[in-house]
């Protein structure tokens, strides 16, 4: 192994609105059950995220923070939808500036993609642009009214006054993935007649107006970015009946422009209008695994007791692996190809790039040095952000500092740790990557371990 070169893309720092990142690596949000049922975060969170820092990321972006309690995806996840939500926020920034690394929060709102309602909005539909349960889980869905749009814009402009008060060094906006803010720019999924519905333009309304409410509470020496889907590819490649198929790559652009105009610092280049989507998290969808963490789901969508139905038979099982990225360039008959998996967005980043004139963040199964090198050197993207190659690698960046150009035990884009997501901790669930099984559970574990020793005084 040799040792980095000063020129090399990766290490060179950028600095986006007064925020220099020491390399051109961040960690990309991965959503785990590891908090609190309410929302409050626990110790384990802490050390969770304190791993990727030692590891050599210029910056994490937080799991998904419901910036209210209706818009919370999956209880168990940290909040930032209350003031005294802010101290432990502020715990967890100053853990991992330790390292050198900056925090993000990820400021969320499900709408009617919520997968695991709390209690207490068990039966209730989620606000949204549609009257539409979603395609994939039938979850829920009733229109919201023109006040309640404006009371959820005032609430993203709280939860970044918030971030901003616990320390944090920027916040990203979720606008992608088939949430709240997606349902309404989404042309096969906005259904409304007002002004937040109709044009692009319209539809992409509201958005516009959080950026607006928070850069007032935040001023503009923040770095604010928001995560976008370059296309949405509509579930025509899951739901194998559906016709509509949602913003295209242009459309995805024009918002991109709008969103500069309104003052954001960067895009965060993201793909499909669900959550997951064939194109994110690509790869395989492990029906297996994802049978027995999908009984959570039971009673939370109307086409959820078919789908687990479906599941209970291997035949079924394997159609549903089929159908699952069959038209995505990284399949072909029925393998993977994970070289065809890393950067896949990239071409897309790039005209994200030219027509906004912000600095992109990509993201999308990057894990070897060649080509995230290449992405960067041919100036595809500013950074790269990785979730699934760090979960399996949390120390990649040094490896790339010693010149290690891919992991020893990549990746195998599984899928395995999202399907286990809704119902187990957040853990690479990949045997195949681990001497045994045993030590899979260990190491899936010892954030817990850790966090019960003492994260604060730990190091
Ligand atoms: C288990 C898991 C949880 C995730 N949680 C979030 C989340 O909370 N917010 C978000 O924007 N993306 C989330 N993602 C998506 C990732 O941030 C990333 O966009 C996607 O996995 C593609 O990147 P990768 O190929 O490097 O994994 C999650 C992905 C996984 C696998
Ligand atoms: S379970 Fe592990 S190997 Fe599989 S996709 Fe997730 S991180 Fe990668």
Redesign the pocket.
């Known amino acids: 192994m040799g040792t980095r070169s000063t020129n090399d893309p990766i290490f060179q720092p950028v600095t986006i609105n007064g925020l220099t990142f020491k390399n051109r690596i961040i960690r990309?949000?991965?959503?785990?059950r590891i908090d609190y049922y309410d929302g409050s975060m626990s110790d384990a969170r802490i050390a969770w995220d304190r791993q990727f820092a030692r590891g050599g990321v210029s910056a994490i972006?937080s799991?998904?923070a419901g910036i209210r309690t209706d818009g919370i995806?999956v209880p168990g996840?940290a909040a930032i939808d209350h003031d005294r939500t802010i101290p432990s926020w502020r715990a967890l920034v100053r853990e991992i500036h330790k390292y050198d690394c900056h925090y993000i929060i990820?400021l969320?709102f499900s709408g009617r993609q919520r997968d695991l309602a709390r209690k207490e909005y068990v039966g209730v539909p989620g606000m949204s642009a549609t009257g539409k349960p979603d395609l994939l889980h039938g979850l829920r869905a009733r229109q919201s009214t023109a006040a309640e749009i404006h009371d959820v814009v005032r609430d993203y402009g709280q939860a970044a006054r918030r971030a901003r008060e616990a320390g944090a060094d920027g916040i990203?906006i979720?606008a992608?993935?088939g949430y709240l803010l997606h349902q309404f720019l989404s042309s096969a999924i906005n259904e409304r007649t007002d002004e937040y519905g109709g044009d692009l333009r319209a539809r992409a309304r509201i958005l516009l107006e959080v950026i607006a409410a928070v850069r007032a509470a935040v001023g503009r020496d923040f770095f604010v970015s928001v995560?976008l889907s370059g296309r949405d590819d509509h579930n025509a490649w899951t739901a194998p009946f559906e016709r509509a198929v949602g913003n295209t790559i242009e459309d995805s652009m024009a918002v991109a422009r709008w969103l500069a105009e309104a003052g954001l610092d960067a895009i965060h280049l993201?793909q499909g209008d669900s959550?997951p989507h064939p194109r994110?998290?690509?790869?395989s969808f492990p029906t297996d695994e994802a049978r027995i963490s999908y009984a959570v789901m039971y009673y939370e969508g109307t086409r959820v007791p078919t789908n687990i139905f479906m599941m209970n038979f291997a035949l079924l099982r394997r159609l549903i692996e089929w159908n699952w990225g069959r038209r995505m360039p990284y399949k072909r008959g029925g393998k993977l190809l994970p070289e065809a998996?890393e950067g896949m967005s990239q071409a897309d980043a790039a005209k994200i790039k030219e027509a906004a004139g912000l600095p992109v963040i990509c993201?999308?199964?990057?894990?070897t040095a060649g080509p995230i090198r290449g992405a960067l050197a041919a100036g595809h993207c500013d950074v790269i952000?990785?979730?699934?190659?760090?979960?399996a690698n949390p120390d990649l960046v040094h490896r790339f500092a010693e010149g290690q150009n891919a992991p020893d035990k990549p990746?195998t884009?599984c899928?395995k740790?999202?399907v286990n997501?809704l119902r187990h901790p957040?853990a690479c669930w990949e045997e195949s990557r681990f001497e045994s099984r045993e030590r899979m559970f260990e190491e899936a574990y010892r954030i817990f371990q850790e966090a019960a020793v003492g994260v604060h005084g730990g190091e």
């Open positions: 990309s949000s991965l959503g785990g972006i799991s998904n995806a996840y990820q969320h990203e979720v992608c993935n995560k993201s959550f994110i998290p690509a790869g998996i993201v999308g199964g990057w894990q952000s990785i979730a699934r190659g760090l979960l990746c884009y899928n740790c999202a997501a957040l």
